[in-house]
């Protein structure tokens, strides 16, 4: 009696069902991979399924982090991939020209021009979307194709390698004895939970993206705002592309972050935030960032054939997106849940229970 | 307002100089050619794009040759598009060159620029793809790799590399197959498969196989995920090179040896690759040559002759072991 309020609250919190899909597909895994959960030390560094699932998933939560404020605003940001490709590009270009390539002088110079443009490319953005009033898949799509040419420009179309070990750390190292990546990607999301849960940032951010107009009209700049996240987007973007780049020690200007704009808006959509602006979530973007990644690994080692790869994954996103439909889990779940509540006798003081934590919740999500 | 229309005046006015200046050029290169008596040939080669290092190699390849053969070529790169290469082909009908030849960026809706093409009598050499027409006699040949035969010498060279590393016991083969549809990695694939079945039907075994996308960012997740389902794997094939690389960081990554405690054999012969089987990380690498300059130098003189060539003329290429890969590292131009 006591379990069933605390259940059915579990199930109303807005990560219980982007975590329970996770959570289904970590474990479709095991039968194909019995020790896909153990974990174990070689090298000198952690060494398992969920280690590189979280390593090679920490770009795309990066970009999906940035994407989730861009889209809170109401917009949407189509140029992350070829942002990523820039970055990626001038930073190995310029690492590659050196005589010296481990000198950490010039890798942090390296990082900070890739991030400049990466940096740049947010302004335009944002002063296309803010400033020019043009809409935001349009004004993002002029980098999404432009951008991927520039990055070939700069790597002359080559795949540039390169040799430096510090370099490599960011994207395919490890400290203290996990992925680099990892403390990257904890950092990058504890300053945006700060900045936006703990300031009025975040509130600011859900306004411009529930009205920008009304936002305006009661003192809040939703221009800088707005331009503001797009830098923001686009910063998160070229870390990801640094991370990319060392991860396999090379830039390559077609491949690098092909569609990842795609994956990184499914990631939030699937974190529950609503494309329509207004409340996001960041936690819950995370957990979508790794169920991508997840199905992602799930198809390599269940041996789903390559042809049929895109047709899996979008069955599985088909079923994700249902589950997440509060419509759909009533039509399903709705009529089955109430029957087993009639059924038995108590049935009268459960459902006042039930619905008791219902308002201070809803207080709670405004509140986040 | 004057300022304005007088700059743009100017600008217009600069750029019809421009034009008429290149268009002087042109004129002069082929007027020097049927000017020069019947020694030199004019080709015009309308490039696909330059995607990427091999293609690069290929282009660069081309022109060097017909400069040694003393050819005038005019060279067009079609930055991808049909489009393009369709204009560049009209061109070359409109300057009256002696031989076309192209890189097909698609393999169909050559049928009406290529009967033009013949209607001007100038014969159309395809280099490297293929296309499908309805008329054979659209073109003459087609100089260019064959990637069945690709696979079928990865599995021969295999055999080689298990030979020399005294491998015993069954064979179990981890394949990276390059993008899903495309024509390399289907019969690199297929190749592959047919020697397998022949040859060893009961101690190889391919245990997974799964697209990288032709990417070394592709290759190295999908072997990571590879090592964690089947940890038995002990020989890869990669479709290529890139896909290989990015695999032997999986490799690292897991704590076993590349070139050791999985054998590795990849297709198509990049610098990067030759360097890494150097240092012993890849045991053999089937090359799917681009420089393809000279052969196609020899077919246009053929063609012009009035010889008789074969419908598929391929690519002269060569397989190495990593004890050739110090000597032909230094070669690598691509």
């Known amino acids: 009696m006591t379990t069933t309020p605390r259940w059915r609250a579990l199930t109303r919190h807005h990560l219980f069902w982007p975590v329970a899909v996770l959570i289904a597909l970590l474990i479709v895994n095991v039968p194909f991979t019995p020790d896909f959960f153990s974990v174990k030390m070689t090298d000198g560094h952690l060494y398992g399924s969920l280690v590189s699932i979280v390593l090679f998933g920490s770009p795309l939560i990066l970009v999906a982090v940035g994407m989730t404020l861009v889209i809170a605003t109401g917009g949407i940001d189509l140029s992350v991939g070829a942002v990523v490709a820039i970055t990626g590009a001038l930073t190995c270009s310029y690492i590659s020209d050196q005589t010296d390539q481990n000198a950490l002088s010039v890798v942090f110079l390296a990082m900070g021009v890739g991030l400049v443009a990466a940096v740049v490319c947010g302004l335009w953005n944002g002063f296309l979307v803010a400033r020019m009033g043009i809409q935001p898949i349009i004004a993002t799509l002029i980098i999404m194709v432009a951008g991927r040419g520039v990055a070939q420009l700069i790597t002359d179309g080559q795949i540039i390698t390169i040799h430096s070990e510090p370099y490599k750390l960011i994207g395919g190292g490890y400290w203290l004895t996990l992925p680099f990546s990892i403390f990257v990607v904890a950092a990058v999301v504890a300053v945006t939970v700060l900045l936006t849960r703990r300031t009025a940032l975040g509130l600011l951010v859900e306004s411009v993206g529930g009205n920008a107009e009304a936002s305006r009209l009661v003192g809040i700049r939703s221009t800088r705002i707005k331009i503001m996240v797009y830098v923001f987007c686009a910063l998160c973007a070229g870390i990801a592309g640094l991370m990319i780049s060392s991860n396999t020690s090379a830039a390559d200007g077609n491949n690098a972050g092909l569609w990842i704009e795609l994956d990184a808006i499914l990631a939030v959509v699937i974190g529950g935030t609503a494309l329509t602006g207004g409340r996001f979530s960041i936690g819950g973007t995370v957990v979508g960032a790794l169920v991508i990644q997840t199905l992602t690994t799930t198809i390599y080692t269940i041996g789903v054939p390559t042809q049929t790869n895109l047709v899996f994954k979008a069955a599985v996103v088909i079923v994700v997106c249902l589950l997440q439909s509060p419509k759909f889990r009533e039509k399903v779940f709705g009529a089955r849940r109430s029957r087993n509540l009639t059924d038995p006798a108590p049935a009268e003081p459960v459902l006042p229970a039930a619905a008791a934590p219902k308002p201070p919740k809803t207080s709670t999500e405004v509140s986040r | ?334």
Not at chain 2, 149 to 172: F, M, N, S, Y
Not at chain 2, 196 to 221: N, P
Not at chain 2, 236 to 265: C, F, R, S, T, W
Not at chain 2, 269 to 285: L, P, Q, R, T, Y
């Open chain 2, 1 to 334: 307002m004057l300022t304005r229309r007088n700059f743009l005046t100017a600008a217009v006015g600069a750029a019809a100089a421009a034009g008429l200046a290149a268009c002087a050029k042109e004129d002069g290169k082929s007027s020097d050619s049927p000017g020069g008596g019947s020694k030199t040939l004019t080709l015009g080669f309308s490039q696909v794009g330059s995607e990427s290092g091999w293609r690069t190699a290929n282009s660069d390849s081309v022109k060097s040759a017909a400069k040694e053969s003393g050819y005038t070529l005019k060279f067009s790169d079609a930055q991808q598009k049909q489009e393009n290469q369709i204009s560049a082909i009209r061109n070359y009908i409109a300057q009256k060159v002696d031989v076309i030849a192209f890189s097909p960026v698609v393999v169909t809706g050559w049928d009406a620029v290529l009967k033009e093409a013949k209607a001007a009598k100038i014969p159309v050499v395809l280099t490297d793809r293929s296309v499908e027409t309805s008329d054979e006699s659209l073109y003459v040949t087609l100089v260019g790799s064959d990637f069945t035969d690709e696979g079928r010498r990865a599995a021969k060279i295999l055999e080689k590399v298990l030979d020399k590393a005294g491998h015993k016991g069954p064979v179990k083969i981890a394949q990276l197959e390059g993008t899903t549809g495309a024509a390399p990695a289907i019969e690199r694939a297929k190749g592959f498969k047919e020697v397998m079945d022949a040859d060893h039907a009961d101690d190889w075994k391919i245990v997974v196989s799964q697209t990288g996308e032709f990417t070394r960012a592709g290759g190295k997740q999908v072997m990571a995920a590879f090592l964690q389902s089947n940890p038995d794997i002990n020989v890869l094939y990669a479709h290529n090179d890139d896909m290989g690389l990015g695999a032997i960081q999986a490799i690292e990554a897991a704590g076993k040896k590349p070139g050791k405690d999985i054998l590795i054999v990849t297709v198509d012969g990049v610098k990067d690759g030759f360097i890494a089987m150097s240092e012993g990380k890849i045991n053999a690498i089937v090359e799917c040559n681009p420089l393809l300059g000279p052969q196609l130098m020899d077919v246009v003189q053929k063609v012009k002759d009035g010889e008789k060539l074969e419908r598929w003329i391929k690519t002269e290429e060569s397989d190495f072991l990593q004890d050739q890969a110090k000597d032909a590292l230094p070669s690598r131009k691509y």
